[in-house]
């Protein structure tokens, strides 16, 4: 993001449960730091706990680009980010999302290669629940840490040449992402 630049959104999300109908509101408030930080802030809001639309949680993001090799037509750069989340609610799932919909954190490394109209990007992250309480204590939840990891690449088709900013770019875009859990007392720690 720009330096000073702040940017806001909110994203909705509903669906059906057997005949429950469920929301979820997230609004996010973005911040361009500076050239190399930006901070991302945002809350969620659903009933995919309770009867009714309530506050769930609060999580923050951050990354900052600590490495640059910028030439004409092609750059290499380099990430760090993190994530942090707190979630007022028990766990349902053995599935470590940190979108406020569980407490805990995450760090990782971000890579990203672009040459001329190829672009391609990796990235690596560790993630920890936090007070992992499962909804239903017969049932409980066993993953407390995981590995993700992706790897996307796309391709600019068109414009074939650019003469403005008003013209619609068409990409071809594929993305392989993965998440290795651990199921034992712990992968790191």
């Not at 760090?80 to 609610?89: D, E, M, P, T, V």
């Not at 805990?104 to 920890?128: E, P, V």
Request: aromatic share 14%; charged share 20%; proline share 3%.
């Amino acid at each position: 993001m720009p330096t000073g630049t702040l940017s806001t959104k909110i994203t909705a999300t509903n669906g059906r449960h057997f005949n429950d109908r469920l929301q979820k509101y997230v609004p996010e408030v973005m911040l361009g730091i500076s050239k190399k930080t930006m901070l991302h802030v945002a809350g969620s809001f659903s009933n995919m706990h309770t009867k009714s639309v309530e506050w769930d949680g609060i999580y923050i993001y951050a990354k900052h680009r600590f490495y640059s090799k910028d030439n004409i037509h092609s750059h290499f750069r380099m990430a760090a980010f993190g994530q942090a989340s707190y979630s007022r609610h028990y766990l349902q799932y053995d599935e470590i999302d940190l979108n406020a919909d569980i407490s805990g954190f995450q760090a990782g490394l971000i890579a990203t290669q672009l040459k001329n109209k190829f672009a391609a990007s990796a990235t690596a992250s560790f993630i920890k629940a936090i007070d992992n309480k499962s909804l239903h204590p017969e049932h409980p939840i066993k993953a407390n840490e995981a590995f993700n990891y992706s790897l996307s690449a796309g391709y600019l088709v068109l414009p074939k040449e650019y003469k403005n900013f008003e013209q619609i770019n068409l990409n071809i875009y594929t993305e392989f992402f993965g998440t290795n859990y651990n199921w034992q007392q712990g992968l790191f720690f």
